[in-house]
């Protein structure tokens, strides 16, 4: 098993996430930005691990409070959601996460800053 063998894609992503809830914020980004490059050249950018990966690195973003990382959160979020409308479909649970999960970061954002994707 190597480095971009899937189990240890999963495995950079949960270490990831721990050290995003543990608050190590800068390395957590850097996990989820790696897991993010592997899942897309192995898997392509439709695939429902690509899309969680995609969906974390724009928590991980968002929880910098930085507003460049912000504004790249969104746009993560927005190509999340297209995606994972056009392979999963309006009503999936990922589609339907990543949907809230933008809302709520444009909620925070201002008023009405744009519609949704």
């Known amino acids: 098993m190597g480095p971009e063998h899937p189990q240890s894609l999963s495995s ?21 930005r790696q897991s993010l490059e592997h899942r897309r050249k192995q898997l392509g950018e439709t695939h429902p691990d690509t899309l969680a990966s995609m969906h974390n690195l724009a928590g991980g973003l968002t929880d910098t409070g930085d507003a460049d990382k912000t504004e790249e959160a969104e746009r993560l979020y927005q190509d999340c959601l297209c ?25 925070g954002a201002g008023p009405c800053r744009r519609a949704l994707p």
């Open 12 to 32: 950079m992503g949960n270490l990831a996430g721990l050290l995003k809830e543990k608050g190590d914020l800068e390395e957590a980004e850097t996990l989820f």
């Open 83 to 107: 995606e994972s409308r056009a392979a999963l479909g309006d009503m999936h649970p990922h589609t339907l996460g990543t949907m809230e999960q933008l809302a709520t970061l444009m909620q």
